[in-house]
């Protein structure tokens, strides 16, 4: 039985360059910004920045674990508040942390909770899921 | 900045994207998915992006892709995509506002195969000024 204000188990995930690539080869997001350093700073970033949209998918591997597979995610959202920035040699945390706000039957709503380097990612991250 | 006849005006997609065993596990490997039989959640992006870029860059719509800023992005899931999906994507422009000569714009994709809808998709979009 799954109650509202039941807390989900905190999860690190690990951002470094070589994954921006991955990701980018996957998405086909090959947009500078997530690989070039001369070119983020030129546009004003303060280093290379991963994809929102990486941030995003690993938050929802992280729900799709908890829900038992990536089919039971049936919506999903987010607001991207701040960048995750992925120094050059080395990585940067992804952490993760989620609440029941909602459980009717088999759906679960859930408030996302996303900060890399101390610093708040994601607002207003949300998921609906159906938990078998 | 963008034209304004552009805003509510829906595009149909024109040409479909068939998903391949690759295309889902390339992107699961990249996250750290292990369960290949579906795509990941957020997989539709790599579809109903591109297609956003090539509608939103063309002339008669004008806007400056390279100024790009990703706001905010939802997800309503009818099913999981899977291999062997032939995607056609529309996209709507639902809404577009100037704000500090910000352009804020969203984006509605709709994802359907055989023409039932898969997934929707709402993307916020920021041109910086």
Known sequence: MIEVGAELEEHVFWIDRDLLKKYADASGDQNPIHQDEEFAISVGLPNVIAHGMLTMALVGKYISDWAGGPANVKEFSARFVKPVIVPANGKVDLTVSALVTEAVDKNVRLNITATSAGVKVLAIAKALVVVK | ?129
């Not at chain 2, 959640?41 to 790599?46: A, G, K």
């Not at chain 2, 892709?65 to 990703?70: F, G, I, N, S, Y």
């Not at chain 2, 056609?88 to 055989?114: F, H, M, P, Q, W």
């Open chain 2, 1 to 129: 900045m963008l034209h304004p006849d552009s805003v509510g005006r829906t595009f149909l997609g024109a040409n479909p994207v068939t998903v391949t065993q690759e295309d889902i596990s390339a992107f699961a490997l990249a996250i750290g998915e292990e369960d290949v039989s579906v795509a990941p959640p957020t997989f539709s992006i790599c579809i109903s992006l591109a297609q956003s870029q090539a509608i939103l860059s063309a002339p008669e719509v004008g806007l400056d892709w390279t100024r790009l800023v990703h706001g905010d992005q939802r997800f309503e899931l009818r099913r999981p995509i899977v291999a062997g999906d032939v995607l056609n994507c529309d996209s709507t422009i639902e809404s577009y506002k100037v704000i500090a000569g910000n352009e804020i714009l969203t984006v509605r994709s709709d994802l359907a195969s055989k023409g039932k809808l898969v997934a929707s998709s709402w993307s916020t979009l920021v041109v910086r000024a």
